[in-house]
């Protein structure tokens, strides 16, 4: 099991920037990928980025390019989230999750934080 608990999401003016962080437990984490994940009221959960375990390779959705950087620190077992240049459209709640695989899909992620709140004002 790879528990998952994210963090640093809150209020921001378009334009402004913030960073998440998704703190991970339990099982080895190095050895999973992880991804960041939104979700708008009245719309489906989607890819934001995702980052492989050794923190080599980092793929974006095209919405976020240029914008958004995924990190990690292994030995800290967290991820992060830096965003910047953040607009209205950005707004949802974010989710940080775990896969054995590198995917851009959300089914294949087995494990999930419970998300937070990123709310962006124009």
């Known amino acids: 099991q790879v528990q998952l608990v994210e963090s640093g999401g809150g209020l921001v003016q378009a334009g402004g920037s913030l960073r998440l962080s998704c703190a991970a437990s339990?099982?080895?984490?190095?050895?999973?990928?992880m991804g960041w994940f939104r979700q708008a009221p009245g719309k489906e959960r989607e890819f934001v980025g995702r980052i492989t375990w050794s923190g080599g390779s980092t793929y974006y959705a095209d919405s976020v390019k240029g914008r958004f950087t995924i990190s990690r620190d292994n030995a800290k077992n967290t991820v992060y989230l830096q965003m910047n240049s953040l607009k209205p459209e950005d707004t949802a709640v974010y989710y940080c999750?775990?896969?054995?695989?590198?995917?851009?899909?959300?089914?294949?992620?087995?494990?999930w934080g419970q998300g937070t709140q990123v709310t962006v004002s124009s």
């Open positions: 339990g099982r080895t984490f190095s050895g999973y990928a």
């Open positions: 999750a775990a896969s054995r695989l590198l995917s851009t899909i959300v089914r294949d992620y087995g494990y």
